[in-house]
């Protein structure tokens, strides 16, 4: 009924950029915040950055200055500008969107099913 598909991984040597898309499409009525998270191996998942629906924005001490996110709310997509990588920033990373859809009127998370980010040192 909803889906997140996101895109834009990939493997990038240290100091290099990406940009991650996220696009969330169905029965979608609204949405309240949508973020990134990432996750390592052997490691919980944890937030890397969030927007919320009037542009707000939280980032995670260790992305700070280096990472900026973004949303297009006509196209229910969210962006991570990802700049001065690091090998640590190695992960999968998702997409969360809290959104309420046509059909059921409580806001509830939807996730990305994931996209790899590599980071050579």
């Known amino acids: 009924q909803v889906q997140l598909v996101e895109s834009g991984g990939g493997l990038v040597q240290a100091g290099g950029s990406l940009r991650l898309s996220c696009a969330a499409s169905?029965?979608?009525?609204?949405?309240?915040?949508m973020g990134w998270y990432r996750q390592a191996p052997g490691k919980q998942r944890e937030l890397v950055a969030a927007?919320?629906?009037?542009?707000?924005?939280n980032y995670a001490d260790a992305v700070k200055g280096r990472f900026t996110i973004a949303r297009d709310n006509d196209k229910n997509t969210v962006y991570l500008q990802m700049n001065s990588l690091k090998p640590e920033d190695t992960a999968t990373y998702y997409c969360?969107?809290?959104?309420?859809?046509?059909?059921?009127?409580?806001?509830?998370?939807?996730w990305g099913q994931g996209t790899q980010v590599t980071v050579s040192s």
């Open positions: 969360n969107a809290e959104l309420r859809t046509t059909s059921w009127g409580f806001f509830l998370p939807y």
């Open positions: 927007i919320e629906s009037g542009s707000g924005t």
């Open positions: 169905g029965r979608i009525s609204s949405i309240n915040t």
